[in-house]
C-alpha cells in the first residue's frame, strides 16, 4: 500500500513563495506519474500540475511560469515550488502518484494567500 503526505509551508502574503513535499513509501514512486491538484472552496479539483517517470511536465494555465513541480526520486518526494503567489491560489493542495492503474492521495494540505 501506498501512503504519500505532504508537507510545507501553508500562509504567505501575495507575491510570496511556498514549497510543498510530498513524500511517499513504497519502491515504486520512481515508476509513476506524479501531480499536484488543488481545490479552492466552491471550485471543482483541478490538476496543478504533473511529471511523468520520464519528466515530461505539464501546468495548468494559471500557474505556468510561477510554479515548478520535481522529484527527487532518492527520497521518494514530489514538491511544488510556487512563486508570486496570489490570493487565488488559495486552495487545499493533494498530491496524486499513479502507478499503473491504481492512483493514490494525499491527505491535501491548506495554503491560503493573503492579499
Known amino acids: 500500500q501506498v501512503q504519500l503526505a505532504e508537507s510545507g509551508g501553508v500562509l504567505a502574503q501575495a507575491g510570496g513563495s511556498l514549497r510543498l513535499s510530498c513524500a511517499a513509501s513504497g519502491r515504486m514512486f520512481s515508476t509513476g506519474t506524479v501531480a499536484w491538484y488543488r481545490q479552492a472552496p466552491g471550485a471543482q479539483r483541478e490538476l496543478v500540475a504533473s511529471m511523468t517517470s520520464g519528466g515530461s511536465i505539464t501546468y495548468e494555465d494559471s500557474v505556468k511560469g510561477r510554479f515548478t513541480i520535481s522529484r527527487d526520486h532518492a527520497k521518494n518526494t514530489v514538491y511544488l515550488q510556487m512563486n508570486s503567489l496570489k490570493p487565488e491560489d488559495t486552495a487545499v493542495y493533494s498530491c496524486?502518484?499513479?502507478?499503473?492503474?491504481?492512483?493514490?492521495w494525499g491527505q491535501g494540505i491548506q495554503v491560503t494567500v493573503s492579499s
Open positions: 496524486y502518484l499513479r502507478l499503473g492503474a491504481y492512483g493514490y
